[in-house]
């Protein structure tokens, strides 16, 4: 599973009239054909222009199957507990089908038999179903239904009574004992996984490694579902989980060693992704520290592209900068670091011109300085210029220091510009045809 690394609560929110409705027995604000005194009926005129008032084509929500279901099964297949299966659409990965604790999305149609409007749908709400699988989050049947299937995947359903509204239905949209055709399109699908997963288990067996890492990986498995669903702080939460039951177990070998640090060095740099998403840049630099312990972290793009990030939100732009760059020198073509050292670059040119302007205002000095004017000079030259500079300065003594000859206009005004707030004079001297240059210290500024 990738792990360049969505709530259940909302989810169920966004099904009003839905399966969870249907399960629990919500007073439902939809009618279907089945009246308790068999009166003919038809769609409520706002079901036909959708919840948005957009107006819908009806022949989307015709069923497929207006005969008895008795007719239809024998063209199905029996996939267990009486429901039966017709594929209409194969999945794109047939190796890849729902599982336990997987977060599934699908869009469906559900028929009575004999009926062409649906009881219920996707389809005329305009949004589809998210629920997490083994949570009891749907009606049981639906839940098998969806079991037996893959990615991409539209199949026809006949689901007995039984597993959806039992023998006595819900007036009066469900007849008592009705079966019901489901035409279902599975969307997508990840594993959840179990945050829970390592508790339920005896302070001994806590300890076995062998015993305990498959646990630990559905911790993991449940972190980086909640990253995907942008809920960082409990990813965050189950991450520091399996790190720690992790640490927890006895090795009783090498390669029980090498594969906890393995599974510690990911859980370590998916955690620091998490506390930069949560704009905690300490933490990141407490895991990387941890990190350092496993691994030797130089070699960690990753790692290092999430210190990186960290020590720039916390200022240090050196540090950042160091960061960065190795994790592009080991991942040279990522543009995900290339971008954030464009990024640290703009933050930290105007760090320095923010730095500049306030020295300039304590010393009285309001011309503006070489950081904000533009000369055709490199960096080389400006830290040569620099380093000339401190160290003229630093010698007390000395009231002149030359500068070597043959510089061009725009490195000649940025010595000027750059040695205003030092006190000192860059100065160009000819006597008898000989040309010369040195700074020299005024006292005063210039």
């Given at each position: 599973m990738s792990e360049n690394i969505y709530d259940k609560e909302e989810l169920m929110l966004e099904d009003p009239i839905g399966l969870s409705d249907l399960m629990t027995g919500t007073k439902f604000t939809l009618r279907s054909n089945y009246q308790e005194d068999d009166e003919e009926s038809e769609l409520f005129p706002e079901l036909q222009t959708g919840e948005d008032g957009v107006n819908l084509n009806t022949e989307d929500f015709i069923s497929p199957w207006n005969k008895p279901f008795a007719e239809l099964i024998p063209s199905m297949d029996k996939i267990g507990m009486n429901i039966y299966k017709k594929i209409v659409k194969h999945p794109i990965d047939n190796e890849s089908i729902v599982g336990r604790r997987c977060c599934v999305t699908i869009s469906y149609n559900a028929f009575m038999e004999h009926e062409t409007c649906p009881f219920d749908s996707t389809f005329m709400?305009?949004?589809?179903?998210?629920?997490?699988?083994?949570?009891?989050?749907?009606?049981?049947?639906?839940?098998?239904?969806?079991?037996?299937?893959?990615?991409?995947?539209?199949?026809?359903?006949?689901?007995?009574?039984?597993?959806?509204?039992?023998?006595?239905?819900?007036?009066?949209?469900?007849?008592?004992?009705?079966?019901?055709?489901?035409?279902?399109?599975?969307?997508?699908?990840s594993e959840a996984g179990d945050e829970e997963a390592t508790e339920v288990v005896s302070d001994a067996d806590k300890r076995k490694y062998s015993y305990m890492?498959?646990?630990?990986?559905?911790?993991?498995?449940?972190?980086?579902?909640?990253?995907?669903?942008?809920?960082?702080?409990?990813?965050?939460?189950?991450?520091?989980?399996?790190?720690?039951?992790?640490?927890?177990?006895?090795?009783?070998?090498?390669?029980?060693?090498?594969?906890?640090?393995?599974?510690?060095?990911?859980?370590?740099?998916?955690?620091?992704?998490?506390?930069?998403?949560?704009?905690?840049?300490?933490?990141?630099?407490?895991?990387?520290?941890e990190l350092g312990r496993l691994t030797e972290t130089d070699r960690n793009p990753k790692a290092l592209y999430q210190f990186g990030k960290a020590m720039m939100a916390l200022g240090d732009y050196n540090a950042a900068i160091a960061a960065l760059k190795k994790a592009k020198r080991l991942k040279p073509d990522d543009p995900d670091i290339a971008t954030q050292l464009r990024v640290l670059d703009e933050k930290h040119s105007k760090h320095k011109e923010m730095e500049s302007k306030l020295w300039r205002k304590a010393m009285g000095n309001c011309e503006p300085t070489f950081a904000e004017k533009s000369f055709e000079v490199d960096e080389k030259f400006k830290k040569e210029v620099d380093d000339l500079v401190t160290s003229f300065q630093n010698k007390p003594k000395e009231s002149k220091v030359n500068v070597p000859d043959g510089l061009s206009k725009d490195e000649i005004d940025f010595i000027k510009d750059f040695v205003k707030d030092f006190k000192m004079k860059f100065v160009i001297s000819e006597v008898h045809g000989k040309k010369s240059c040195y700074l020299t210290k005024t006292g005063r500024f210039l």
């Open positions: 709400r305009g949004s589809n179903l998210t629920f997490v699988t083994d949570d009891e989050a749907v009606l049981p049947g639906v839940e098998l239904a969806v079991k037996s299937m893959g990615r991409k995947e539209e199949s026809q359903f006949i689901i007995p009574y039984k597993l959806l509204y039992g023998e006595l239905g819900c007036a009066p949209r469900i007849k008592p004992k009705a079966d019901a055709l489901f035409v279902i399109q599975l969307i997508d699908f890492i498959d646990k630990i990986l559905e911790v993991k498995t449940n972190a980086i579902y909640h990253f995907r669903q942008g809920e960082y702080l409990k990813a965050a939460s189950a991450f520091n989980r399996a790190i720690n039951r992790l640490e927890m177990c006895n090795l009783i070998n090498e390669a029980e060693e090498i594969e906890q640090r393995n599974h510690l060095i990911k859980l370590y740099s998916n955690l620091m992704t998490c506390y930069n998403k949560l704009d905690k840049p300490k933490q990141v630099c407490t895991a990387f520290k």
